[in-house]
């Protein structure tokens, strides 16, 4: 099993639709969460990071953690075409070494 | 201002040369840390330099190696490629030891032919 488990998609949804990405893991030690975006031929896009439990919002991004289900997620409101991308989730306890996710693709089509 | 800037974007090499990457952080970040990133996966730490000391090291075989100079720049070193070194090498800064808010530069892509 691996520490981080990301569904690699593809995951398609109209213009509009609200988007929900998760990601699982086995870690207790892991206290910080990340999200980032990668677009093809790029580097990953910090979006937002949360500690332990709780949500974060910005903009129309919105994260949360439920560390005792070990459950993170990412929801993206009113999605465009622009954000098609592979949206990656990342995780760090106190070690400073981060674990990622393989990614899943995300697809916004108008 | 300048965000992380990795070079070269690109590069063929041949099993059993050797690779140098480099990367320049964004200003005034003194961190500087390093992910090989295979096709259709998540990037996979490397290394961790703060302050030109090593704070972690990933899972990777003596052949990759590191450094970080007194400007805080940084040097990644890969001797007697395998065609599996073949990805995508990223460089992410930060300004302290952590990574929760690390800027990743575009990266090198890596083809080890």
């Not at chain 1, 929900?20 to 937002?48: D, H, I, V």
């Not at chain 2, 041949?14 to 390093?34: A, E, F, M």
């Not at chain 2, 007194?70 to 395998?82: D, G, M, Q, R, T």
Request: glycine content about 10%.
């Amino acid at each position: 099993q691996k520490e981080v488990e990301q569904d690699p998609g593809p995951l398609s949804v109209p213009e509009g639709a609200i988007v929900s990405l998760n990601c699982t893991y086995s870690n207790s030690a892991f206290q910080y969460f990340m999200w980032y975006r990668q677009y093809s031929r790029k580097g990953p896009e910090l979006l937002m990071y949360t500690y332990s439990s709780g949500n974060k919002e910005d903009g129309r991004f919105t994260a949360q953690v439920d560390k005792s289900s070990k459950y993170i997620s990412l929801f993206i409101r009113d999605s465009q075409p622009s954000d098609s991308a592979t949206y990656l989730c990342a995780m760090e306890g106190g070690s400073y070494i981060p674990t990622f996710g393989r990614g899943t693709s995300l697809i916004v089509h108008p | 201002d300048a965000g992380v800037t990795q070079s070269p974007t690109h590069l063929i090499k041949t099993r059993g040369q050797q690779v140098t990457l480099r990367c320049s952080p964004i200003s005034g970040h003194k961190s500087v840390s390093w992910y090989q990133q295979v096709l259709g996966q998540g990037p996979q730490f490397i290394f961790q330099y703060y302050e030109k000391e090593e704070r972690g090291r990933g899972n990777f075989p003596d052949r990759f190696s590191a450094r970080q100079f007194p400007n805080y720049s940084s040097e990644l070193n890969v001797n007697a490629l395998l065609l599996g070194d073949s990805a995508l090498y990223l460089c992410a800064s930060s300004y302290g030891t952590g990574n929760t808010e690390a800027f990743f530069g575009q990266g090198t892509r890596l083809t080890v032919v």
